[in-house]
């Protein structure tokens, strides 16, 4: 018998796994690939390593025209070499499991289902959880059932980040961040990349003028942007991929990446044993992030939002709420004890205590060149829920900063208010600096700031942020 069992030690789970065994609970935490997720070693960080290096190629070209000339050669070498020794450590977990047991938790590597109500079985083990199971296990790439794919040495963005040597031609297939963030990536490195994408627009859960400009940018870089074309059939010949599409349309490269989403693979958890439906695309969860009573999920699983920041964020609900029912469990009314040992505020007094979720101000940036950073509502989103919707718009390029640093059409501020509340829905930022600009519009968005009183700030100048106010003097 042990307190909590937690299965899937990515970001969010490992971050609940160590902070209720640095608590007191006795947890046992379960990890079949690496402990600490996609982000430390496909994602949030080998990525922007590399978006980074690529970023830097760039800017050095932009010194003819500025202050003088500049020659650069790209060379991957020291990219891949980056990735594998400071971020990576080659793809081992070692410190991240030390880590983990430092804390005080029990580490299982395995294959985790449950067995039961309040039961997790690992081959041959199998742990009764006293105050409950959360599962952190992510979501996987979800591959789309195209004619002649399966079998094919095909890319997903793992096999993107880990590669030693570039091909000299890549088809991206898929127009959304991730696509699009590697696409711009390996042009700049010299790769001859194409992007297809199912749908009218790249980005497309984004504004469209976010869409236009990303698209405008990869295009400047040499990257032949397709839409509006559907894959149907794939072909490799050993050398190289054929894609067929729409319309008669084909595509060859050397390699074929393939970002198309990502799904949740629940079939695999034994959900039916405490009947939950495995069928679903993601966990379901409520604001507490409970799937059930004595179940939790975090992170990508929930279906919430791909992101490191959602993951922890849910992350410090589940640790109050589980905290909160050992408490209750244990017949302690006194909030400090164990519910109370996560982090002074952080400690649960009561029920009504525990945080509960919301996603009205979700950030999210796209870390092209130039970065588009969004949060809440786009304006299609706001008018779908009937919204008296009001915008504001300004290009970059019109401010002091954007005139400075020559921007041109590449940017913009575009804000969505509530016209009948006086107050921001949703809010997009693309520019050289889009998602640091985007920190002020989350605030304004997520603590419901008064328009009006976003017009009496003071913004600095010259910024990229004092486009804001260049912003919200045109809403209407």
């Given at each position: 018998?042990?307190?909590?069992?937690?299965?899937?030690?990515?970001?969010?789970?490992?971050?609940?796994?160590?902070?209720?065994?640095?608590?007191?609970?006795?947890?046992?935490?379960?990890?079949?690939?690496?402990?600490?997720?996609?982000?430390?070693?496909?994602?949030?960080?080998?990525?922007?390593?590399?978006?980074?290096?690529?970023?830097?190629?760039?800017?050095?070209?932009?010194?003819?025209?500025?202050?003088?000339?500049?020659?650069?050669?790209?060379?991957?070498?020291?990219?891949?070499?980056?990735?594998?020794?400071?971020?990576?450590?080659?793809?081992?977990?070692?410190?991240?499991?030390?880590?983990?047991?430092?804390?005080?938790?029990?580490?299982?590597?395995?294959?985790?289902?449950?067995?039961?109500?309040?039961?997790?079985?690992?081959?041959?083990?199998?742990?009764?959880?006293?105050?409950?199971?959360?599962?952190?296990?992510?979501?996987?790439?979800?591959?789309?059932?195209?004619?002649?794919?399966?079998?094919?040495?095909?890319?997903?963005?793992?096999?993107?980040?880990?590669?030693?040597?570039?091909?000299?031609?890549?088809?991206?297939?898929?127009?959304?961040?991730?696509?699009?963030?590697?696409?711009?990536?390996?042009?700049?490195?010299?790769?001859?990349?194409?992007?297809?994408?199912?749908?009218?627009?790249?980005?497309?859960?984004?504004?469209?003028?976010?869409?236009?400009?990303?698209?405008?940018?990869?295009?400047?870089?040499?990257?032949?942007?397709?839409?509006?074309?559907?894959?149907?059939?794939?072909?490799?010949?050993?050398?190289?991929?054929?894609?067929?599409?729409?319309?008669?349309?084909?595509?060859?490269?050397?390699?074929?990446?393939?970002?198309?989403?990502?799904?949740?693979?629940?079939?695999?958890?034994?959900?039916?044993?405490?009947?939950?439906?495995?069928?679903?695309?993601?966990?379901?969860?409520?604001?507490?992030?409970?799937?059930?009573?004595?179940?939790?999920?975090?992170?990508?699983?929930?279906?919430?939002?791909?992101?490191?920041?959602?993951?922890?964020?849910?992350?410090?609900?589940?640790?109050?709420?589980?905290?909160?029912?050992?408490?209750?469990?244990?017949?302690?009314?006194?909030?400090?004890?164990?519910?109370?040992?996560?982090?002074?505020?952080?400690?649960?007094?009561?029920?009504?205590?525990?945080?509960?979720?919301?996603?009205?101000?979700?950030?999210?940036?796209?870390?092209?060149?130039?970065?588009?950073?969004?949060v809440g509502l786009t304006e299609h989103q706001a008018r779908q829920r009937g919204i008296n919707v009001q915008i504001g718009f300004t290009k970059l390029g019109t401010s002091s900063r954007g005139w400075i640093h020559q921007v041109g059409d590449d940017g913009f501020i575009k804000l969505v208010a509530d016209a009948n509340t006086g107050v921001l829905v949703g809010a997009t930022s693309v520019g050289p600096a889009g998602g640091e600009v985007l920190s002020g519009l989350v605030v304004a968005v997520h603590a419901a700031v008064p328009v009006i009183q976003l017009r009496r700030m003071i913004y600095a100048y010259p910024t990229f942020h004092r486009a804001i106010e260049d912003a919200l003097r045109s809403l209407k």
């Open positions: 018998m042990v307190d909590v069992v937690v299965v899937g030690l990515g970001v969010g789970g490992e971050e609940v796994a160590g902070r209720l065994a640095e608590a007191g609970l006795s947890v046992v935490g379960i990890e079949r690939d690496l402990v600490g997720g996609e982000c430390p070693y496909w994602g949030c960080i080998p990525s922007k390593m590399m978006i980074r290096a690529a970023n830097a190629i760039a800017e050095a070209r932009r010194v003819d025209g500025l202050a003088g000339t500049a020659q650069v050669q790209p060379d991957w070498a020291p990219v891949a070499k980056r990735i594998r020794e400071e971020a990576t450590d080659n793809w081992d977990d070692r410190v991240a499991v030390e880590r983990f047991t430092g804390r005080g938790g029990r580490f299982v590597r395995g294959d985790a289902r449950l067995d039961g109500p309040g039961r997790v079985r690992v081959g041959e083990q199998v742990f009764q959880a006293r105050h409950g199971i959360v599962f952190g296990t992510g979501t996987k790439p979800s591959v789309p059932p195209i004619d002649g794919l399966a079998g094919t040495p095909y890319w997903t963005n793992h096999q993107a980040t880990e590669v030693a040597e570039l091909p000299e031609s890549l088809l991206v297939l898929g127009g959304g961040a991730i696509g699009l963030e590697l696409a711009q990536v390996f042009v700049r490195f010299g790769v001859r990349v194409t992007v297809v994408e199912a749908l009218d627009r790249v980005l497309a859960i984004e504004e469209p003028e976010a869409s236009e400009v990303a698209a405008a940018a990869l295009r400047a870089d040499g990257v032949q942007i397709h839409t509006g074309v559907k894959a149907e059939r794939v072909s490799h010949d050993g050398q190289g991929f054929t894609l067929h599409g729409s319309g008669g349309t084909e595509f060859t490269a050397e390699r074929l990446l393939v970002v198309t989403g990502r799904r949740a693979h629940l079939e695999e958890l034994g959900l039916d044993t405490v009947g939950l439906d495995a069928k679903q695309r993601f966990l379901p969860v409520d604001d507490r992030l409970r799937v059930t009573d004595g179940i939790w999920a975090v992170g990508d699983v929930t279906g919430e939002g791909a992101f490191t920041h959602i993951a922890m964020y849910q992350a410090a609900i589940v640790i109050a709420d589980v905290l909160d029912h050992a408490r209750h469990a244990h017949g302690t009314p006194d909030p400090s004890g164990t519910a109370n040992m996560v982090g002074g505020a952080m400690g649960a007094a009561s029920e009504a205590s525990v945080p509960r979720a919301d996603y009205r101000a979700l950030p999210r940036v796209t870390f092209t060149d130039p970065e588009v950073g969004a």
